[in-house]
Nanobody, 124 residues
Framework: QVQLVESGGGLVQAGGSLRLSCAAS????????MGWYRQAPGKQRELVAG???????NYADSVKGRFTISRDNAKNTVYLQMNSLKPEDTAVYYC??????????????????WGQGTQVTVSS
């Protein structure tokens, strides 16, 4: 059983910073891409930033230059440093781990997993 646990959300004033963390736990053998998504009320979930297992990042245009994604493969953890936050960044932020390989009873399993979400609120 794989779990993704997020932390670091909260309330911050515009222009402030927050750092989100997402740790994957379980009998994990490897993880491919990891990423952060967000969903604001009444809107679809959107990709904020992603990072490959080799550390190559990609960002949504709306956060380029303000957000930085990183990961620690040894800890199966992905981070999102968010600076210069704007009210429009307000959303529930979810982490995702793609192609997570686990081993159990001599068999290898592969699946994608989502975290439970953490609220980020930016006041104007």
């Amino acid at each position: 059983q794989v779990q993704l646990v997020e932390s670091g959300g909260g309330l911050v004033q515009a222009g402030g910073s927050l750092r989100l963390s997402c740790a994957a736990s379980g009998s994990i053998f490897s993880i491919n891409d990891m990423g952060w998504y967000r969903q604001a009320p009444g809107k679809q979930r959107e990709l904020v930033a992603g990072i490959t297992s080799g550390g190559s990042p990609n960002y949504a245009d709306s956060v380029k230059g303000r957000f930085t994604i990183s990961r620690d493969n040894a800890k199966n953890t992905v981070y999102l440093q968010m600076n210069s936050l704007k009210p429009e960044d307000t959303a529930v932020y979810y982490c995702k781990a793609d192609s997570v390989r686990t081993r159990s009873w001599g068999r290898t399993f592969e699946d994608d997993y989502w975290g439970q979400g953490t609220q980020v609120t930016v006041s104007s």
